[in-house]
């Protein structure tokens, strides 16, 4: 079983950054392709990034494009999602989720690909 956990999550002033670590215990996150999501209230989870089990590949939202990246360290079976120039149409609880596999590839956006979730991580962007 993989355990994931969202942290970093908090209050940011439009403009600002945060970065947002998925912490992953129980299995190796080498083996997994990685994707956060988010969710407002009333709305759908929606797909934020992605990256592949190898990191060669990543895929984005056009919503966050050239705002948002992913990384991953191997060392710490950690992921993180590095959020720069937020908007308050970020403010979301952010969620990590695990696809066993290659991952990050066509179907990334759908959420019965992802094996394993996090609680999520509340994000708030506001002056």
């Known amino acids: 079983q993989l355990q994931l956990v969202e942290s970093g999550g908090g209050l940011a002033q439009p403009g600002g950054s945060l970065r947002l670590s998925c912490a992953a215990s129980?299995?190796?996150?080498?083996?997994?392709?990685i994707g956060w999501f988010r969710q407002t209230p009333g709305k759908e989870r929606e797909g934020v990034i992605c990256?592949?089990?190898?990191?060669?590949?990543?895929n984005n939202a056009d919503s966050v494009k050239g705002r948002f990246t992913i990384s991953r360290d191997t060392a710490k079976n950690t992921v993180y999602l590095h959020m720069n120039s937020l908007k308050p149409e970020d403010t979301a609880i952010y969620y990590c989720?695990?696809?066993?596999?290659?991952?990050?590839?066509?179907?990334?956006?759908?959420?019965?690909?992802?094996?394993?979730w996090g609680q999520g991580t509340q994000v708030t962007v506001s002056s």
């Open positions: 129980g299995l190796s996150m080498d083996h997994f392709g």
């Open positions: 989720a695990a696809d066993l596999g290659r991952g990050c590839g066509r179907r990334w956006l759908y959420l019965d690909e992802y094996d394993y």
């Open positions: 990256i592949s089990s190898n990191s060669d590949d990543t």
